[in-house]
């Protein structure tokens, strides 16, 4: 640190440089040891000047033109031979595999959630203006001795060789590339916010591709990357009605699925077909995806809310659609109950809390739910009303909230769900609510015939 004047004097150049004017040593701008002095780990601000104004729309949707300009600097970079840019890597380091972060592909746009903030991606603190792109990049070069000043050249030497590849990626990328991560943000962004009033909760577009490909560094759905090998993309079938929108930026056509305000939907369908995955790319439309992640044309108005079970302590609880008597574990009354929760009434806290707030979309998957809360049992205990009761008899309590869900075995909610989408082979099926009923009653009629009969 006691050098880094003198280095950063000797860094950039032609249009590429640090940007002194968001230096902030010791918080965006550093080099230092690595705590076992294999590494010297640093932090630049850097600008790279690039004309990006663009007749009739402003810096809307520059954080597209961001996103691919970065991307294309950790592809450059994750290429052995392009030497200059090692130290993105940690290339040459003592351990480079503690270095890959910066170079971990990363196919988001823009998200409302804090997720992925440990990679290179757009933001505040990488982003793309009228005049260029204010970077914060970050790295490792090999261990230097900082009394040597013959080492500090050589460390000063190459963080502006460094530099200067990124800005040469940077310049090198043709005017329709960035383009087209800005068309993508204007898009999304722009279908989002039409939603509401087309009666939409969010849209699923024909050619969706949602298996996703998860590493040590994105090993969440809605940052994981698309799976490389092939498989299936989605297409609404005919009997779930599905819509075609125009695309507010680029003006292009698209079809799709639509899933109203205040319907229920059942993604349905046999072990391992696809539904959870087909329910986290709803889930994930509401951040922006640029061309290639798959779920670029998946698009969902904010303000979700995703239930499962859980465990913890009640504290004064609304568990009243649910419960009429509270568990024995309990107290207070089945609208402010307090004391040490179960799967289920952890799962019906939070989704009395949702329907009260009236949020666009409440989800849950059968995987992760207290299944003795959507569908009744011989067993259930008195005041017990779950899910599926609550639809047939009073669905007029939960109000506007589409209530979207992934059933296996969850066949009595299934069977009041509005529309329903079965997965077969992963490809997506219409099954009329009659038809599933039908099908529900013959299943049963032998089950119950065994049962007397024994």
Do not use: W
Not at 262 to 287: P, Q, R
Not at 326 to 346: C, D, E, I, K, V
Not at 433 to 445: D, I, N, T
């Amino acid at each position: 640190m006691e050098h880094l004047r003198g280095v950063l004097s000797e860094v950039g150049g032609d249009g590429t440089g640090v940007d002194r004017r968001r230096v902030r040593p010791g918080v965006n701008t550093y080099i230092v040891p690595s705590f076992d002095r294999t590494a010297l780990q640093f932090s630049l601000p850097v600008r790279v000047e690039r004309d990006l104004v663009t007749t009739g729309k402003g810096t809307a949707g520059l954080d597209g033109v961001a996103a691919v300009a970065i991307e294309a600097i950790k592809e450059a970079a994750r290429d052995p031979s392009a030497t200059d840019l090692d130290p993105l890597a940690g290339r040459g380091t003592g351990f480079p595999d503690r270095y890959t972060a910066p170079v971990e592909p990363y196919t988001l746009i823009a998200s409302p959630s804090a997720i992925g903030v440990g990679l290179f991606s757009a933001g505040d603190n990488n982003r793309a203006v009228p005049d260029g792109f204010e970077l914060t990049v970050t790295g490792a070069l090999p261990p230097a001795d900082a009394d040597d000043p013959g080492a500090v050249r050589v460390v000063a030497g190459r963080l502006d060789r460094f530099v200067r590849a990124i800005g040469e990626v940077v310049q090198g990328l043709s005017d329709p590339v960035l383009c087209a991560g800005r068309t993508a943000s204007l898009d999304q962004k722009g279908l989002r916010r039409a939603l509401p009033s087309l009666g939409l909760v969010s849209f699923v577009g024909d050619g969706t591709l949602p298996a996703r490909e998860y590493t040590r560094h994105r090993c969440h759905y809605r940052v994981a990357g698309p799976r490389r090998d092939s498989h299936i993309a989605f297409r609404c079938p005919a009997g779930l009605a599905p819509i075609e929108i125009e695309l507010p930026a680029s003006g292009e056509g698209i079809t799709g699925l639509g899933l109203s305000r205040g319907e229920v939907f059942a993604i349905a369908g046999s072990n391992a077909e696809g539904k959870s995955t087909l329910l986290s790319a709803i889930l994930s439309g509401v951040d922006d995806h640029l061309p290639g992640d798959g779920r670029e044309r998946v698009v969902t108005v904010p303000g979700g809310v995703f239930a499962e079970a859980g465990t913890g302590i009640h504290h004064a609880a609304d568990l009243s659609l649910f419960f009429d008597h509270l568990p024995t574990s309990l107290r207070g009354t089945p609208g402010s109950a307090s004391g040490p929760g179960s799967g289920s009434t952890s799962m019906a806290e939070e989704m009395v809390r949702a329907v009260r707030r009236q949020v666009p979309i409440l989800a849950f998957d059968e995987d992760r739910s207290a299944v003795n809360l959507l569908v009744p049992s011989c067993l259930s205990a008195p005041g017990v009303v779950p899910l599926s009761t609550l639809l047939a008899t009073r669905r007029e309590c939960l109000g506007t909230t589409t209530i979207l869900f992934t059933a296996g075995a969850l066949d009595l909610l299934t069977a009041e769900a509005d529309r329903i989408l079965v997965l077969e082979g992963f490809h997506a099926k219409a099954m009329d609510r009659s038809k599933f009923r039908e099908r529900l009653v013959a299943s049963l009629r032998p089950v119950l015939e065994r049962l007397s009969g024994s």
